[in-house]
């Protein structure tokens, strides 16, 4: 499967617990996306890489989420002392470059489905 | 700032008749239009998109979409829907230099046999 891997699928845990999520790119994309999706809503911009550097995050992205790519292939979002309104759907993408048009698609991979109770 | 407007929550449609999903967007600049689509409990699979050229773009499963500059429209077209094709769509845009995609917040379409 030569597509964005994450895992694991499913997510539950106790209000207060940490949790992480990985995510393995489509190997040639340098760019690296986390997106949050809650039901009835479309997905929400959390952050993104280029190689291994963090170069956005956005505001919905609290002091108790924390997202890495260590070595620029795959990447870990972590959540402390998780709360029931984490619970969401947690999508990666990823991108390469075209030339002439910058990274325009990005591809998603399944989502990992996290349940806070 | 970079948004999109999806009016309709669902939209159905006969099998055999013709689909289209609306989409209207505004941002500073010349946009990059995408449309996703969403299967239950699934991520986003790429449908097509629009960056520059042909205002007619073709994408997968034989949809296609118009990119309307003047109306800030992208509006998702498909001249025969199946029942597959009931799903959840997703409208984006981004511009360049903009690392994030500004998603609607999607239209259901159900396919009636």
């Known amino acids: 499967d030569t597509g964005v891997s994450q895992d694991p699928r499913h997510k539950i845990t106790k209000r207060g617990q940490n949790v992480t999520f990985r995510c393995d790119p489509i190997?040639?994309?340098?760019?690296l996306y986390w997106y949050r999706q809650t039901l009835g809503q479309g997905p929400e911009f959390l952050t993104y890489?280029?190689?291994?550097?963090?170069?956005?995050k956005s505001r919905l992205l609290s002091d108790r989420f924390s997202a890495e790519r260590p070595k620029g292939s795959f990447s870990t979002l972590e959540i402390q002392r998780t709360e029931q309104g984490d619970s969401a759907m947690y999508l990666c993408a990823s991108s390469a470059p075209l030339p002439g048009q910058g990274h325009p698609e990005a591809f998603f991979g399944q989502g990992t489905r996290l349940t806070v109770v | 700032a970079q948004s999109v407007a999806q009016p309709e929550d669902q939209v159905n449609v006969a099998e055999g008749n013709p689909l289209t999903v609306k989409c209207t967007y505004s941002?500073?600049?010349?946009?990059?239009l995408f449309w996703y689509v969403q299967y239950p409990n699934r991520g986003l699979q790429f449908l097509l998109k629009?960056?520059?050229?042909?205002?007619l773009v073709k994408g997968s499963y034989g949809f296609e979409a118009e990119f309307n500059k003047s109306q800030t429209s992208f509006h998702l077209k498909k001249p025969s829907a199946l029942v597959s094709d009931s799903a959840l769509y997703f409208c984006a845009v981004r511009v360049y230099g903009n690392n994030r995609l500004a998603f609607g917040k999607g239209n259901q379409v159900v396919v009636i046999p």
């Open positions: 941002v500073s600049g010349n946009p990059y």
């Open positions: 190997s040639e994309h340098n760019r």
């Open positions: 890489f280029q190689n291994e550097a963090q170069l956005e």
């Open positions: 629009y960056i520059t050229g042909d205002n």
